[in-house]
C-alpha cells in the first residue's frame, strides 16, 4: 500500500556468499553424492553454497599471480583492489567498507579470489540457465494456457475431496475417483506434518486434497464388497468449539451489484453533493479561500489513539495477513492491510477485497485505499463502513509507482491540492470511523509542497492523524529519508503526525521520537527485513536472533499462510509464491552476532559473509535459487510447474 515494499534490494554487485576458509578442508572430503534430505540440513555446506545474482565486470581485475608488472617487475597495481560497486579491497583480497557498507567483522567477510573463483561458475550456470528459460512472450503465454488447462484437468472435486459423494457427477468437470487422483500426486514431502487447519478447526475442507493431510485421512474397506472409502476425519468437539478468527468479507449478492453497478451509495453521494459546493469556491477563485466549518460534521463512531504507537505500514505484497500476524506476535501497535484500489473495490473484485481481510490479533487495523476523486473516495468509504470492522481508514498519497501517479492517484495527489482536499473532505464526512492521510515531501526536493499545500490544511479537513514519508516521488527509496522536513511539517499542526523513513534501530527509533516531533512511527522495509524490530525498539536491545530461530519463523508464517490460502497444491503454491517474496528480503539482515558497529542502517548495503552455521549462510544469499531452497526446506519441494520472479522492482 505504501509500497514500501516495492523495491528490488540491489546486492552488491558480483558478491555471494561462501563458507569460512577453515571449513575447506571438511567441504572438499564431503562426497559428491551428498544430498540435502527434504525437510533437513543435511548436505548444505557446498552443495548450497550461494552463487552470484548480479555480475560485475572483472575484466582488468586479474588474479595477483597474473597481475601486470612494470619493468622493475613488480606489482604495477595500486595497492587497494577495486570494482564497479565501489567496494575496495585491501592487499589481503578482504572488503574494506565504508560506511555505506554494514560493518561485519572479518572474521565473517569473504575474500575476493573466493568470490571471483564462485564467480565463474554462476556466470556458465546463468548464461546456460538464460539459453534453456529464452521464451517469446507468445511460447510464455501459450505455456501458461496449457498450466492452467492440465491443473483444471488433474483437480479433484472438492465434495469427493472431502470424503462425500458429488450430487453432480455428469457436470462436474473434476475428477472424483480419489483413489485414481491420489496415484497421479506426488507423495506428502512431510507424511509426519500436521495440517494446521485441522490442528485449529477441527475439520479441513481440502480433505485428500491436503498436502499435509497425514491426520485427518483415512482409508476404510468394505469387509464384504472390498470397496475402499476414502474418508476425511472431524473432530467434532473441535469443530464445534471453532470461531472464526478473520472478517471483512464482502458478500455474494453485494458484489453481483457491484459487478453489476446496481449498487447505491445514497450517503456518500449526498456528503460528496455538501463537500463538493464548499469548496467549489476555491475552484472558480483562488483567491478566496473556502470555509472548512461549513463541512458536514465527523459521525465517527469510535476513536483511535494514534500516539505513542509502532505501525506496520501498509506493504504491497508482502504485507499479507501471515506476515501482519507475524509483526503483532513482536509487539506491532497498530496493522494496516495492503494498499487497496477504489476502483477495484467499487466492482467487487474479490481479489482486492482479500486485502482487507482482518485477523483477531490485529487489534487495532486500519485499511488504506487509493483514489483520486472524490465520489470514488466517498463511495469506496461507504461500502467499508459496512461491510467490513476496520478501525480506520487511510488515503494513500505517498505511493511513488508510475502506474498510480500518472492517474492522478498516490504521490499524484501531491500535485492536486484542490482535488486532494475534495477527496480528504468527502471521506471524512462519509466516514463513520476516523480517516488518515499518508504523504510525501512532493515529486522532488526541488519544490516540496507537503508543507505549504498540506499539513496546515489536514485539522480543517477533518482528519485523525498524518503520516508523512521523508522521501519525494522521484527519490522513491534512494537516498536516506529527511526527517528534518517530517519535523519542519510537524509542527504546523496540531495532529498526531506519524513518522516513516528508513527505522532500522532501536537507538534510531528513540531518536526519532524524542528530537523529530512526530507522535509515532512507521515501520516499512525495517519491518519486513527483521519483524522483530517492534521487540527491539520497546525492549531497547538488540536481538541477536539465532538463524535457527529465523527458520522457526518461516515455518509459522508457513502454517499461518496455510490457514489463510489453503493447504491443497494451490494454496501452498500461495504460501510459497508469498515467503519467496518475504525471503527477498529478509536475506538482508546481518546477524548482530556478526557485526562490529552499530547502528546499522536500511540502506547500508551488506558485504557477502559466511554465517555462525550453513543455515545462516544460506539464509544470507541473494539468490533466487537459495531462496528456493530455503521455501522447500519449510514447505517440500516445488511442483516442477512453479517459477517465481521478484515482483517489486524499485531499487532501494
Known sequence: GDMESEMNVDPPAGEESLERPEKRRKIEETPDDAEATPGTLGGLERGNAME?????????????????????GTDSRPSELQDRSGLQWDDDGYPILTENWAGVKKEFLVTKPQL??????????????????????RQERKQRIQKTEIENANKLCPIAADGRDCPYPEKCKFQHNVGDWLAQQDPLAFPDHKCPIFEKRGHCNFGWACRVRSHHTKIETDPVTGVQK???????????????????VLPHDTAMLLRKKKHVWPRADAKVKEVLQVLKTK????????????????????????RGKLILAPLTTVGNLPFRRICKSFGADITIGEMALCSNLLQGKASEWALTRRHECEDVFGIQIAGNFAD?????????????????????????IDMLYNNGMGCGLMNRPQRMAEAVCAMTATSTVPVTLKIRAGRDWSAPVAHSEVVPNVEKWGLAALTIHGRTKNQHYKSEAHWDYIQQCAKLTNLPVIGNGDIFDFEEAIQRLETSGVSSLMLARGAIIK???????????????????????????????????????????????????????????????????????INQRPPTFVGRDDLETLMASPKIDDWMKIAELVLGPAPKTFTFEVKHQANA
Open 52 to 72: 552470484v545474482e548480479r555480475q560485475y565486470d572483472s575484466g582488468g581485475e586479474e588474479d595477483a599471480t597474473d597481475a601486470p608488472k612494470d619493468a622493475a
Open 283 to 306: 475552484r472558480d477563485s483562488s483567491a478566496i479561500a473556502p470555509d472548512y466549518e461549513k463541512l458536514p460534521p465527523r459521525e465517527w463512531k469510535k476513536q483511535v489513539d494514534f
Open 230 to 248: 476414502y474418508l476425511n476425519i472431524t473432530i467434532p468437539e473441535v469443530q464445534a468449539a471453532y470461531k472464526k478468527d478473520t472478517s471483512n
Open 376 to 400: 470514488m473516495t466517498a463511495r469506496t468509504v461507504e461500502l467499508l463502513n459496512h461491510y467490513t470492522d476496520a478501525d480506520f481508514i487511510d488515503l494513500n498519497s505517498g505511493c511513488p
Open 531 to 601: 519483524p522483530w524490530l517492534f521487540t527491539e525498539i520497546k525492549e531497547r536491545r538488540r536481538w541477536d536472533i539465532s538463524a535457527k530461530e529465523r527458520f522457526e519463523l518461516l515455518q509459522k508464517y508457513a502454517n499461518w499462510g496455510m490457514e489463510h490460502w489453503g493447504s491443497d497444491s494451490q494454496g501452498l503454491d500461495r504460501v510459497r509464491f508469498f515467503l519467496l517474496n518475504w525471503l527477498s528480503f529478509l536475506h538482508r539482515y546481518v546477524p548482530v552476532g556478526l557485526l562490529e558497529r552499530f547502528p546499522i542502517k
Open 116 to 137: 571471483l573463483a564462485m564467480q565463474n561458475q554462476a556466470t556458465s550456470e546463468a548464461n546456460k540457465n538464460n539459453q534453456d528459460k529464452k521464451l517469446s512472450k
